[in-house]
């Protein structure tokens, strides 16, 4: 069982509502994974209604929204939306999400240190999305973020868990649930990041733009249970050396003639 | 100060064109299997030697696009406020020397005609208007902006360049995007169909998205009309705009648009042609070329190729749009500023998107996310 705050979750598999040909679709698939915890973008939803085409699509008793400030350029704009999306949706947890640059969507780690210190002094539930980096999630973590949330590869990639080696020192130090958020491309990509030990992951192209959404969310929740398993029955580690056929410290079993 | 003019000018149009046309079917064929393309490779693809590889370049396209922007189709809508004109442009049916009743609306016919595009479901509406500097000025924008604030997430402009200041001014007022075609990057032709008035300043326009990006826009749509030169060369010199403005203003988002030259009464006849088949190369080529950019198509376009290419890399469209002032509700039977081929409404569009298996995207930002002088509400 994970636990961010106060809220404990039975699925590890995190998703967003993005890149979905009809809001139904969203739905099934969002349904077929499982997931507890879904993501959905401020500038996309009429915060005001109701009626909503994706928020009326969400309703179900087992899942959390979490908004997010995804189209905010700075930490200004980015408290500004999580205000509002705080008033409309009735929630104090927040996706940050600064990202300055439209073309790859490299998060700013300035901005979102600032942003978070903020945030959190509010009372929000922030939740940061980040580089891979380990030093920035120990501020963030010192600031109050309550998980946080490294990328694999840029979004929407699909390239998989690119930073792998800074996500094992992220996970190694940290002391919040550690969500590894973007460019995860295939269910193993999922698996891989549960068997290092990340708490859990947060998934939205890959499903969305595959040829069956509903299928690949069963997929991607399989994986991730599976992933969980593998890491909570410990991996045996790969070795990279054979075993030396002459133990090179025998000669101490040996009698000195 | 950056401005792309430097640029610009160390490049040659004829140099340019002789290169897009000695490109080669192995050319094109090295562009098709790179991960990541240069402007080198987009003249292989607008080439004429690409047109034997269509089908492999919508491929691609499509791919490249769905991955990026998912199955989904953003939908927005034209405004004209006014037609007033003080420049003289061959090919538009706003020339100031077109003999037709001018119109600017006022404070009351802005909010009919935001009553009627709302009714229709529009969150995106883009303002449109000539030149006119003395009626239709930054105080006029900025009355229009506010008026239509709080009924529209996203409002975006396609008016006269303005300076760099009265951009900041809009943009706070909620102004998100601004769309500025260079019509023309032939510098001599530019100055033959803008024979008269501030608009046949080649280079103030040039510069507008210069102006844009320091101003901090959040997205600049940029484009060339298509008909009045070469269009391959004209593409490849938005392509070099486009990759400068990127580089240059990295916070700012993009979009292309490729209006094809259409009839208005007594107007001008395309010089160059522009077939379907390539414009349809040329909205794969723009996608495999850069998978971030927005690719828009209007209303201009017949159905039957709108229905098609909207599958094909095209990730914003409009509908039932009105191309004169007062067009949907205050005076509809007006003069239009040019004949819209498709009519059907957007419902009927939204319901072609859905058949398809694409989502139609009608909101797709706050204008609460970005406007600097709004208090928070509590």
């Not at chain 1, 908004?67 to 980015?78: C, H, L, Q």
Request: net charge negative; glycine share 6%.
């Amino acid at each position: 069982m994970l636990t961010i705050a106060n809220k404990t979750f039975n699925s590890r598999l995190f998703t967003g509502t993005g890149k979905f040909s009809s809001a139904a679709l969203m739905e099934d698939a969002l349904l077929a994974s499982g997931s507890e915890l879904v993501t959905v973008a401020l500038k996309r939803v009429d915060m005001n209604d109701p009626q909503d085409d994706i928020l009326r699509h969400l309703q179900h008793p087992h899942i959390s929204l979490l908004p997010n400030t995804s189209g905010v350029r700075t930490a200004k704009e980015a408290v500004f939306a999580a205000q509002l999306a705080r008033e409309a949706l009735q929630t104090n947890w927040l996706k940050l999400e600064i990202h300055p640059d439209p073309k790859y969507l490299m998060p700013d780690p300035v901005e979102t240190l600032k942003a978070t210190e903020e945030l959190v002094k509010l009372g929000f539930v922030v939740l940061p999305y980040i580089h891979a980096d380990p030093v920035l999630c120990k501020r963030l973590e010192e600031a109050g973020a309550a998980a946080v949330m490294p990328l694999g590869s840029p979004i929407g990639s699909n390239k998989g868990l690119k930073t792998i080696d800074f996500l094992e020192i992220i996970i190694e130090q940290s002391k919040v649930p550690v969500v590894v958020d973007a460019g995860i491309g295939s269910p193993s990509d999922a698996a891989k990041a549960l068997e290092i030990g990340a708490d859990a992951v947060l998934v939205n192209t890959a499903i969305a733009v595959a040829g069956e959404p509903v299928q690949m969310a069963t997929a991607f929740k399989m994986a991730v249970e599976a992933g969980r398993i593998a890491y909570e029955a410990r991996l045996a580690k790969p070795l990279h050396t054979a075993i030396a056929s002459s133990p090179l410290t025998a000669f101490l079993d040996e009698h000195y003639g | 100060m950056d401005s792309f003019i430097n640029i610009f000018n160390q490049y040659n149009w004829n140099e340019v064109k002789e290169r897009i046309y000695s490109k080669t079917a192995a050319d094109v064929e090295a562009a098709l299997t790179k991960p990541g393309r240069s402007l080198d490779d987009f003249m292989a693809l607008i080439s004429p030697a690409a047109a034997a590889y269509l089908e492999p370049m919508a491929k691609l396209s499509q791919q490249l696009t769905q991955q990026r922007f998912g199955k989904t189709i953003q939908m927005y809508v034209p405004m004209y406020l006014s037609n007033e004109c003080n420049n003289i442009c061959t090919y538009c049916g706003f020339s100031l020397d077109n003999k037709v009743r001018r119109r600017t609306l006022t404070a009351t016919e802005i909010l009919q005609e935001a009553a009627a595009i709302k009714s229709m479901g529009y969150e995106h509406v883009l303002l449109v208007t000539g030149e006119a500097n003395h009626t239709v000025h930054v105080p006029y924008f900025k009355n229009a902006i506010r008026l239509l604030r709080d009924q529209f997430a996203h409002i975006s402009m396609e008016v006269q360049p303005l300076d760099e200041a009265d951009y900041r001014e809009l943009i706070a007022e909620g102004l998100h995007t601004v769309l500025v075609y260079q019509e023309t990057y032939h510098r001599e032709d530019y100055k033959k169909h803008h024979p008269k008035g501030k608009k046949s300043n080649f280079q103030y326009r040039i510069e507008t998205p210069d102006r844009l990006g320091r101003a901090g826009v959040h997205k600049i749509g940029l484009g060339v009309l298509i008909g009045l030169e070469d269009w391959r060369t004209d593409s490849f010199f938005t392509a070099l705009h486009l990759q400068y403005l990127e580089r240059t203003y990295w916070q700012t988002k993009y979009s292309i648009s490729f209006p094809r030259l259409r009839p208005f009464s007594g107007g001008l006849e395309p010089k160059v042609e522009m077939v379907d088949r390539e414009l349809v190369q040329l909205i794969c080529a723009w996608r495999i070329f850069n998978q971030e950019v927005e690719l828009s198509l209007s209303t201009r376009e017949l159905p039957r190729f709108r229905d098609h290419v909207i599958k094909l890399g095209i990730t914003s469209i409009s509908a039932g749009s009105k191309t004169n002032p007062g067009g949907y509700a205050v005076e509809p039977e007006s003069l239009e500023q040019f004949e819209i081929a498709d009519e059907r409404s957007p419902a009927e569009m939204a319901q072609v998107i859905s058949s398809i298996g694409y989502e139609p995207v009608w909101k797709d930002w706050d204008i609460t996310l970005s406007t600097q002088n709004t208090e928070l509400k509590t």
